[in-house]
């Protein structure tokens, strides 16, 4: 059961352009929505992460957007650039094992800026 | 700088072997993660551990075990290396207590080939 749903799956833009990856959930117990970026042969790292009282995060060019009502948030990439070419996951934290909180992750998106 | 290390970052293994992938955190933190990464899947929890010795099963926990003997190093093993556990591994480790905004750092991944 897929609880994070990511799309699309991979996405090319143009330098300069806007880029969007969107993400919806079903399970309304998550609590947190971190965005990771995974440059090829590095590990994931935090870009950006938005809690759910909350309906839009800025952080430079990278904008997050969340719909409480409809269980969807996205990224948005402003002036996208070639360096941000790189594999995208968003996540939604949830509590387990008492106290402690695991993600649960998108499938990822793959993106490419052409120069 | 949070650091984690993993012991290799290419492995490959034969059928029924039995494999150890060791994990390594330097910042005391008191929450590790062993996820593996798959082209279209995205990132999938295998095991964690909140505390020396204390482990819970994550999403896809068949066919692996995990040790945590002391607070900085996570080990995955599989017992009897089979071709369908091919994958890249992710380590990731937070610091805990209960913080719901709690950052997953991860390593650079071990690339499993196992023929």
């Avoid at chain 1, 996405?11 to 965005?35: H, M, R």
């Avoid at chain 2, 990132?43 to 995990?66: C, H, N």
Wanted: charged share 20%; proline share 4%.
């Amino acid at each position: 059961q897929q609880q994070v749903k990511q799309s699309p799956q991979s996405l090319i833009v143009q330098k300069g352009g806007i880029s969007i990856i969107n993400c919806a959930y079903e399970n309304t117990a998550f609590d947190y929505f971190p965005w990771y970026q995974q440059f090829p042969g590095k590990g994931p790292a935090l870009l950006i992460a938005i809690r759910p009282d909350v309906s839009e995060k800025k952080e430079g060019r990278f904008t997050i957007s969340f719909n409480k009502s409809a269980k969807q948030f996205s990224l948005h990439i402003m002036d996208s650039q070639p360096g941000d070419s790189a594999t995208y996951f968003c996540a939604a934290s949830l509590r387990s094992g008492g106290s402690n909180y695991k993600l649960t992750f998108g499938k990822g998106t793959l993106l490419t800026v052409n120069p | 700088d949070v650091k984690v290390t993993q012991s290799s970052r290419y492995l490959v293994k034969r059928t029924g072997e039995k494999v150890f992938l060791e994990c390594v955190q330097d910042m005391d933190h008191e929450n590790m993660f062993w996820y593996r990464q798959d082209p279209g899947l995205g990132l999938r929890l295998i095991y964690f551990s909140y505390d020396v010795k204390m482990k819970e099963k994550g999403d896809i926990p068949e066919g692996y075990s995990v040790s945590r003997e002391k607070k900085e190093r996570f080990s995955l093993i599989l017992e009897s290396a089979s071709t369908n556990q091919t994958s890249m591994y992710l380590c990731a480790s937070t610091v805990g207590g209960g913080v719901y905004t709690d950052t997953q750092y991860f390593g650079p991944g071990t690339r499993l080939t196992v023929l």
